[in-house]
């Protein structure tokens, strides 16, 4: 079949940025999408609101220089994995 639609690759909060550029962000309802430039190497960041269930989409990559979102005050990092804290009573 010719490929008529190319497939998008979707990222979700706490997947690593493959590279920096701009993202296109697709929120779950509560929010139209918008875009917000990621640096590579970081994680994508959640939603305060919909948290997990936003959606990063590649939309360009950027070279040099990225400032890291800003705009999206609705998105907030990612947190730390793997450094589980044990609360001892
Ligand atoms: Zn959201």
Redesign the pocket.
């Given at each position: 079949m010719p490929g008529a639609q190319v497939k998008e690759e979707q990222f979700r909060p706490g997947d690593k940025v493959p590279q920096s550029g701009i993202y296109r962000?697709e929120?779950?309802k509560?929010?139209m999408m918008h875009h917000a430039t990621l640096t590579g190497g970081t994680r994508f960041p959640r939603?305060?609101?919909?948290?997990d269930?936003?959606r990063f989409v590649s939309v360009r990559a950027s070279r040099g220089m990225v400032l890291p979102f800003r705009e999206t005050d609705?998105l907030e990092e990612y947190p730390p994995q793997g450094g589980l804290k044990v609360v001892a009573g």
């Open positions: 962000i929120h779950d509560h929010r939603c305060k609101q919909c948290g269930a936003v609705i």
